[in-house]
């Protein structure tokens, strides 16, 4: 689907396990057909698998961290990966206060934006992202 998906010109996708986005990414035939392919990871992230998740090929996106500690370590991980770019991060926050879903509590959003900001410069922070109530606009 990815390969048939990217020859109609979608060139971004995503995947929300760590595991399936590595299989993925790693196909030699998806690396050789969709060279301009961006992957964005989209799950919860847990330390132990950030370095699993900084050796995917054309990481472009991580759009969950969710803790001042979880950028420290994507931070070191990605500046060992030796990349260029820096990798464009969104933080998580969780707007509906629902204990089953990850992310921030607002109240915690200025201060790790300006962590990110000022003590992980191989990060690029773009963005929030939320997951609302079930039922909510």
């Not at 929300?16 to 035939?29: C, M, T």
């Not at 847990?46 to 995917?56: D, S």
């Not at 990605?78 to 464009?88: I, T, V």
Request: hydrophobic share 35%; charged share 20%.
């Amino acid at each position: 689907m990815v390969i048939e998906a990217y020859g109609h010109g979608q060139r971004t996708f995503g995947e929300n396990y760590v595991q399936e986005l590595l299989e993925k990414a790693s196909n030699p035939k998806i690396l050789s057909l969709c060279p301009e392919i961006k992957w964005h990871f989209i799950g919860h992230l847990q330390k132990q698998n950030v370095n699993k998740l900084m050796a995917v090929p054309n990481l472009f996106m991580l759009e969950t961290v969710d803790s001042v500690k979880l950028a420290d370590k994507v931070n070191s991980s990605w500046q060992k990966k030796g990349s260029p770019e820096r990798l464009k991060v969104m933080v998580q926050i969780n707007t509906s206060g629902e204990e089953s879903k990850h992310g921030l509590p607002p109240s915690e959003t200025i201060a790790i934006v300006e962590h990110i900001n000022t003590k992980c410069p191989n990060l690029e922070f773009v963005g929030l992202m939320t997951i609302g109530s079930f039922g909510h606009d």
